[in-house]
Structures are given as structure tokens and as C-alpha cells.
T-cell receptor
Framework: AQRVTQPEKLLSVFKGAPVELKCNYSYSGSPELFWYVQYSRQRLQLLLRHISRESIKGFTADLNKGETSFHLKKPFAQEEDSAMYYCALGGYNTDKLIFGTGTRLQVFP | DAGVIQSPRHEVTEMGQEVTLRCKPISGHNSLFWYRQTMMRGLELLIYFNNNVPIDDSGMPEDRFSAKMPNASFSTLKIQPSEPRDSAVYFC??????????FGQGTRLTVV
């Protein structure tokens, strides 16, 4: 079975502080991990995926198969990063895509 | 392409009424997903289709919920009869070959 856990519902930081949004997964096959973001009044959109190994808007995420984690990190948060962040899990042998419960990031000035 | 299109954007209905939500995926995408978003449970996968065929409907809450995809460009999610606890935002998403999911703007359903 596929499962995604995001333990924090809300994360509040001040501008310039480091951010880490936690995500753990459970999957018996080869996982594909994603982070999606939903800004206020906008659609959910892809932020980054583990296979790309790229930094988007200063965010990075490393897949740790040993710890079954895919935490999202940014060294210096900006006010415009305030949004809802969802970790998502797919698989190389499945089209099924499931999401965690989401973490709301609030960045204060 | 206008992206994934959902209608209506907002729906208010009385308990017991039938509700039909509609989705037009991105042309050429072969997988379509229906999700329900609530504060408590986040984004729950209700059902997904591949090449118009329902693959996994294990997330559908109960028999009051049904979904169809009669062709590659249209899908519906129906709730009959609706109940107040069905109030949520319902999202449709589609994916193509590169597995990135594109979401519609959602339908905010309120059952009173």
C-alpha cells in the first residue's frame, strides 16, 4: 500500500529562517516522490520531483530510501513562500498518485 | 491548452439532492484523478482512471459516490444523495507521460 505522512499541519517561521517540511512515505515498490504547492487562490502545482534533483525557488528535497523520507528544505524562507505544501507519492509501476495531509507554511516578516 | 477545467466552481445544495461535478482533462493526458480536500484529511484520492478505465476506486467513501469517464475528454463525479459531511473542495487532476499532475481549480461543494 502507498502512504504519505506529513506530521506538521502548520509551520511558522520568520523571514530568513531555515525551513524544513517533513514527509515520510511507505511503499513496497520503487517510489516517485513529489512536492506540490498551493498558493492562496491558485491551483495546486508541481514544485519539484525527486528524479529531477533540482532546486526550485530555493527549495530542495532529497529522497532518503533508508529513512523513507523526502523532506523539503530551504535555507532562507521568504514571505512569498507562504502556502500549503503537499508531499505526493507515485511509483514507477503505477499511475496512482497519493498525497499527504499537507503542511501550511507561514513566513512572517 | 486551458489546463484542467472543472465545473461548477461552487455548488451549494440541500442534503439529499444529487450533485454532479465535471472535469475536462488536458488533451492527450491518459490518467485522470478525483481528489477531495478537507482540513482534517488533506487531499484524499477518491478514484483514478487510466485510458478512461477506472483503475482504483478504493478511496470512494461509500456507494453514494460514483464516477464515470465516458471518453478521454470528460469525467463526472456524482454524489447521490448528498450529505453535509460531503462538503469539501473536490479536485480533478490529469497526468501525461511525464507523470506531472495538473490540477483543476476545484469545485467547492457545500451541502446544507
Amino acid at each position: 500500500a502507498q502512504r504519505v505522512t506529513q506530521p506538521e499541519k502548520l509551520l511558522s517561521v520568520f523571514k530568513g529562517a531555515p525551513v524544513e517540511l517533513k514527509c515520510n512515505y511507505s511503499y513496497s515498490g520503487s517510489p516517485e516522490l513529489f512536492w506540490y504547492v498551493q498558493y492562496s487562490r491558485q491551483r495546486l502545482q508541481l514544485l519539484l520531483r525527486h528524479i529531477s534533483r533540482e532546486s526550485i525557488k530555493g527549495f530542495t528535497a532529497d529522497l532518503n530510501k533508508g529513512e523513507t523520507s523526502f523532506h523539503l528544505k530551504k535555507p532562507f524562507a521568504q514571505e512569498e513562500d507562504s502556502a500549503m505544501y503537499y508531499c505526493a507519492l507515485g511509483g514507477y509501476n503505477t499511475d496512482k498518485l497519493i498525497f499527504g495531509t499537507g503542511t501550511r507554511l507561514q513566513v512572517f516578516p | 491548452d486551458a489546463g484542467v477545467i472543472q465545473s461548477p466552481r461552487h455548488e451549494v445544495t440541500e442534503m439529499g439532492q444529487e450533485v454532479t461535478l465535471r472535469c475536462k482533462p488536458i488533451s492527450g493526458h491518459n490518467s485522470l484523478f478525483w481528489y477531495r480536500q478537507t482540513m482534517m484529511r488533506g487531499l484524499e484520492l477518491l478514484i483514478y482512471f487510466n485510458n478512461n478505465v477506472p483503475i482504483d476506486d478504493s478511496g470512494m467513501p461509500e456507494d453514494r459516490f460514483s464516477a464515470k469517464m465516458p471518453n478521454a475528454s470528460f469525467s463526472t463525479l456524482k454524489i447521490q444523495p448528498s450529505e453535509p459531511r460531503d462538503s469539501a473542495v473536490y479536485f480533478c487532476a490529469s497526468t501525461g507521460a511525464n507523470t506531472e499532475a495538473f490540477f483543476g481549480q476545484g469545485t467547492r461543494l457545500t451541502v446544507v
